[in-house]
């Protein structure tokens, strides 16, 4: 069973960064492709960014691209999410989710198998 627990939310004015991590229990993380995903209140879990296992390659959402940045340090099981030119749509809770797959997949929350708890994210309007 891999658990993942992520760290890194809170409160920050528009336009700040922020940069969450996601630590996972297993030494199998490297073998797994790796996700963000967030949910803001009264809406559906969207998805926000992908990487590979090796993190080559990595996939991103529209409404994020050019202002977030995923990666891993899988010596430390360690997924990040940089987050600059945060905005009031951006707040929501961050879960970090993996496969069981080493490539990056579908953007369905679906495709994930392991879940964090989540960590919040505000941005104050």
């Known amino acids: 069973q891999v658990q993942l627990a992520e760290s890194g939310g809170g409160l920050v004015q528009a336009g700040d960064s922020l940069r969450l991590s996601c630590v996972a229990s297993e030494r199998a993380f490297s073998n797994r492709s790796m996700g963000w995903f967030r949910q803001a209140p009264g809406k559906q879990r969207e998805f926000v960014a992908a990487i590979s296992r090796a993190g080559y390659n990595t996939q991103y959402a529209d409404s994020v691209k050019g202002r977030f940045t995923i990666s891993r340090d899988n010596a430390r099981n360690t997924m990040y999410l940089q987050m600059s030119s945060l905005k009031p749509d951006d707040t929501a809770v961050y879960y970090c989710?993996?496969?069981?797959?080493?490539?990056?997949?579908?953007?369905?929350?679906?495709?994930?198998?392991?879940w964090g708890q989540g960590t919040q994210v505000t941005v104050p309007s």
């Open positions: 989710a993996a496969r069981d797959m080493p490539n990056i997949g579908t953007m369905s929350f679906r495709a994930y198998k392991y």
